[in-house]
């Protein structure tokens, strides 16, 4: 009687399972991973780029909020914002996502958005006057840097704060266009020196860091962000088959 799986011949021979294993690959055709290669490319780090642009922008909106600056130059600050802090911003945030690093990188993007829109509100509307238009802009914002802010805050905490500390000035400057108290715009503008500062702390960091490969001043990487300095190469390859431009959807 013959086996039912076709692998008894009728003279008592079997194949081994090495040899049936064998022929099933054939019939398969060749192994994916066997075929792939997944080519990455170095480069530089843009986060020292975008937070130099960002604390920029920020000393640009404060010398109007502090009043450093007569209100009818706020057109005049505003097109440095347009040239100079939204483009790097841009520049940033492309170059984070092909280093892989989506949080970094739809933060970078939103920076960029917001300045251009608040630049160009503030060179459409009259010197000194509020906009509730632009109120309702940061407002919403807002909560979108602080949902970035959580997921940054796993593994960049410097990053994070920075974030929390954006949306908390967008809310007070969107309260004061919305017509609330002049303190409002002081104290958003005292934010605006403080991130200024910390911006500047943060850019001088990560160059140095990126420059030594290893932390020089402190920037609170945790988790995966730590591993991706201090790791080696498998395990900064260890997932990369699974991620966005490997796997075929998004």
Do not use: H
């Not at 530089?44 to 909106?61: D, E, I, Q, W």
């Not at 608040?118 to 602080?146: H, K």
């Not at 609330?180 to 910390?198: I, S, Y």
């Not at 420059?211 to 395990?235: H, I, N, S």
């Amino acid at each position: 009687m013959s086996d039912p799986t076709g692998n008894d011949r009728g003279d008592g021979y079997r194949p081994a399972k090495r040899e049936v294993d064998g022929a099933a690959a054939q019939r398969r055709g060749p192994d994916p991973e066997a075929l792939t290669r997944i080519m990455l490319r170095p480069i530089a780090s843009s986060l020292p780029l975008g937070f130099f642009a960002f604390g920029t922008g920020s000393v640009l909106l404060t010398t109007l909020e502090l009043r450093w600056a007569p209100q009818e130059q706020s057109s005049s600050l505003m097109l440095p914002v347009l040239v100079f802090v939204v483009p790097l911003e841009v520049l940033a945030a492309v170059f984070a996502f092909l280093a892989r690093d989506a949080g970094a990188a739809c933060a970078l993007a939103v920076f960029a958005g917001v300045w251009a829109g608040s630049a160009l509100m503030f060179l459409r509307g009259q010197p000194g006057e509020t906009s509730p238009a632009l109120a309702v802009f940061l407002l919403t914002v807002a909560p979108l840097m602080l949902v970035l802010a959580v997921a940054s805050l796993q593994g960049k905490p410097l990053f994070g704060a920075l974030l929390v500390i954006g949306a908390a000035r967008f809310v007070l400057i969107g309260a004061y266009e919305a017509g609330g108290p002049g303190k409002l715009q002081t104290v958003a503008g005292w934010m605006g020196v403080a991130l200024g500062v910390f911006a500047l702390y943060g850019g001088l960091a990560l160059l140095l860091e990126d420059g030594a490969q290893r932390t020089v001043l402190p920037l609170a990487r945790r988790g995966r962000a730590r591993g991706a300095l201090e790791g080696d190469l498998a395990q900064q390859l260890a997932r990369t088959e699974g991620e966005a431009g490997v796997r075929r959807q998004l």
